[in-house]
């Protein structure tokens, strides 16, 4: 809260540390380095192609000023969303922030995400976000 304290109206957080768990919860045990890389490389790729210098497009670890986010219409209800909340706000010039955190590899459950069917719909939708997409 303390970033919004100071005029801020986005706070995105980024990933500090990625820190790995295993399945019965030891640091580091476990190997999840895949994913690891993938989130690197897609967050360089958002970076260069949509030209914001912001570390992390992935997380949902946000907060944000009522007020403006009353000012953007969204289309998005799914992962990309994320990316389309980051892209208005910056559009519309909001002051937008980022704050450190550890991001820790879940410990129950497995993700319902599929690389290989998301990431192609992602890259699409980032394609037009950035090229074509006007919306202010």
Do not use: C
């Not at 706070?11 to 580091?28: I, M, P, R, S």
């Not at 958002?46 to 949902?60: E, M």
């Not at 706000?89 to 410990?107: A, Q």
């Amino acid at each position: 809260l303390e970033k919004i304290r100071e005029g801020y109206d986005l706070v995105l957080a980024y990933k500090t540390k990625y820190q790995l768990v295993d399945t019965d919860g030891l640091e580091g045990a476990r190997s999840e380095k895949f994913d690891y890389v993938i989130s690197i490389l897609g967050n360089w790729t958002v970076r260069v192609l949509s030209r914001l210098p912001y570390k992390n497009f992935n997380t949902s670890f946000r907060i944000l000023r009522r007020e403006k986010w009353l000012q953007i219409a969204t289309k998005e209800n799914r992962k990309f969303f994320d990316l389309e909340t980051i892209l208005k706000f910056s559009r519309k010039h909001f002051r937008i922030t980022e704050i450190p955190v550890t991001f820790y590899e879940r410990r129950l459950g497995t993700s319902k995400v599929s690389f290989l069917k998301e990431a192609p719909r992602y890259f699409g939708k980032l394609m037009w976000y950035v090229f074509f997409d006007t919306e202010v």
